[in-house]
């Protein structure tokens, strides 16, 4: 197993502003668990370090425009291109632009980070290093908090006191613990001895933190991951069949029965249950919730009368009769109180057709490029990527909003650390990333 080396990465002898870029890279998306804020704020120290990094740096200018000038840029390109097109027919042209533009302005940010990392390979080992303490330590808060431990999330969360139940304000956490997942895993593979097992020992206490805050789309995403990491495991080590088998159908055995037990509860909760509710279902209830059901019909419906260019950038929630209840649920919930918990529904509903098609392409360009290349050298990093972009997209399908600022960041940022390393190795020719 190749290990990160920190006699050859120069860990020791890191610079400040390099070992800084890497600390708040690495604990910027478990820093998640006390808020946006807080993500958000590690971010920007990065970026800025990032920015003063970039003037010491000549070699990062050059990745900068081939990076710019590639298919994969050129496709995202044809994105804004496209998503531009429908900012004259959004319902609040204003409101659009600031998403069009604060969306073009996260993936430059990405793409500047990703060039000061492969030109300071120094980063890598201290900043996947930051990653796996900072994710295990804010698991380990976040479920004493939700186990019961007072005081946990007023602390995270810098509130004296705090009116939101535990479950509840960690669910957007449960999510960043399963894509950080495939990067803490592959991470602790390559540093190797104790933070081995600190990577897997993430990996239950994650999985504890969905169950635990009853995000069944951040499980999905798992599911998916898993699914993939069982077909690699299956085609290169053909010995661990049986074992894998057992395992998946135990798992889904467990999940559907988790789903069904769950759904039965909150039913019985909200007291919307009944023969006449079912009828209006187009899938099971155990599957998909009834609300996000009757969520994606009102956003399908929008699209439908806006079909080319949509109804704007993040604007499907502000059309009449959004907010409107919805008679099957008793009143009890209108028919879009935030998004469409669901990526493709929204961006077909708020860009129509040519903004949905030039995604979808510019994201298979990207997914067939990366199979392509581990086809070619079977590289783990880039198997982390395909892994990790697969349980964000699936997972994607069932929670929050394409655009919201975080959940944007996470993708982005995960991506370009994870491109970074395998641009190294490849550059370098060698086996440590």
């Known amino acids: 197993m190749p290990h990160f080396s920190d006699a050859q990465n120069g860990v020791y002898g890191t610079d400040r502003l390099t070992a800084f870029v890497a600390i708040m890279l690495g604990v910027a998306m478990p820093l998640r668990a006390s808020g946006v804020a807080a993500q958000q704020a590690s971010l920007g120290l990065a970026f800025v370090a990032v920015l003063v990094a970039l003037t010491t740096t000549p070699s990062a200018s050059s990745l900068i425009r081939k990076a710019l000038f590639s298919k994969l840029g050129a496709a995202v390109a044809c994105v804004f291109i496209a998503w531009g097109a ?90 960043t613990a399963m894509c950080l997942m495939p990067p803490i895993i592959w991470s602790a593979r390559k540093l190797g001895g104790p933070w081995l097992w600190g990577g897997y020992a993430f ?149 129509g057709i040519f903004g949905f098609i030039t995604f979808v392409v510019a994201l298979a360009l990207s997914a067939w490029g990366l199979f392509r290349r581990y086809q070619i050298n079977h590289d783990e990093s880039v198997f982390t990527l395909i892994v990790f972009m697969g349980g964000f997209w699936l997972s994607s399908l069932f929670n929050f909003s394409f655009w919201a600022t975080w959940w944007q960041l996470t993708f982005v940022v995960i991506f370009a650390m994870l491109v970074s390393a395998y641009k190294l190795k490849s550059s370098a020719g060698k086996n440590q990333p």
């Open 203 to 351: 990996v239950p206490m994650a999985l504890i933190l969905m169950v635990q805050t009853s995000n069944r789309a951040a499980l999905a995403g798992t599911v998916a991951m898993s699914i993939l990491v069982a077909i690699r495991m299956l085609t290169v080590r053909n010995k661990y069949f049986i074992p894998i088998l057992v395992l998946a159908v135990t798992v889904a055995v467990a999940a559907v029965s988790w789903v069904v037990f769950q759904e039965i509860d909150n039913a019985k909760d909200m007291g919307v249950v009944s023969r006449a509710n079912a009828g209006h279902l187009y899938l099971p209830g155990w599957l998909i919730d009834q609300h996000r059901q009757y969520i994606w019909k009102f956003a399908f419906e929008r699209f439908l009368e806006n079909p080319w260019f949509g109804n704007g950038i993040d604007q499907i929630n502000k059309l009449p009769h959004a907010k409107d209840s919805i008679p099957y649920m008793d009143g009890s919930a209108p028919w879009l109180p935030s998004h469409p918990h669901n990526w493709a529904i929204e961006i077909l509903a708020e860009t």
């Open 86 to 175: 429908s900012l004259f027919f959004s319902f609040d042209p204003y409101a659009s632009v600031k998403i069009y533009a604060r969306t073009g302005g996260f993936i430059l940010a990405a793409v500047l980070i990703w060039s000061v990392l492969c030109s300071r390979p120094n980063a890598q080992s201290l900043m996947w290093k930051s990653m796996i303490v900072a994710g295990l330590v804010f698991s380990i808060l976040a479920l004493l908090s939700i186990n019961g431990v007072p005081y946990i999330l007023s602390a995270l969360k810098g509130r004296l006191l705090e009116q939101e139940a535990p479950y509840q304000a960690f669910k957007a956490f449960a999510a």
